[in-house]
């Protein structure tokens, strides 16, 4: 079975940076479109940024300007750059697979998740 596997996640202090990356652990098919969401206790996942095989990207307005996602398909890794880092992003990660339909994404495989904690 393939699993995803997040890394790259820890603590940075608020205005910082994080990488996240997520690599397949074998071949995935029927794959295009790679994302990430992210979750806080008590409250519901959220799509942070999703990036098609064509290149499109799609990002919430919370972190437009800060993220930028990236992927490499034929390799199955996807990256989260994270910058200007706020508090209010501390969250679990994941890292996920799937299909664009009509500019919305659904997630096929998810990682187990990688903690981003940004405090001072």
């Known amino acids: 079975q393939v699993q995803l596997v997040e890394s790259g996640g820890g603590l940075v202090q608020p205005g910082g940076s994080l990488r996240l990356s997520c690599t397949a652990s074998?071949?995935?098919?029927?794959?295009?479109?790679m994302g990430w969401y992210r979750q806080v206790p008590g409250k519901q996942r959220e799509l942070v940024a999703f990036?098609?095989?064509?290149?499109?990207?799609n990002y919430a307005d919370s972190v437009k300007g800060r993220f930028t996602i990236s992927a490499d398909f034929d390799k199955n890794m996807e990256y989260l750059q994270m910058n200007i880092l706020k508090p209010e992003d501390t969250a679990v990660y994941y890292c996920?697979?799937?299909?664009?339909?009509?500019?919305?994404?659904?997630?096929?495989?998810w990682g187990q998740g990688t903690q981003v904690t940004v405090s001072s």
């Open positions: 996920n697979a799937g299909q664009p339909r009509a500019s919305v994404y659904y997630p096929l495989l």
């Open positions: 074998g071949s995935i098919f029927g794959i295009d479109a």
């Open positions: 990036i098609t095989r064509s290149g499109s990207t």
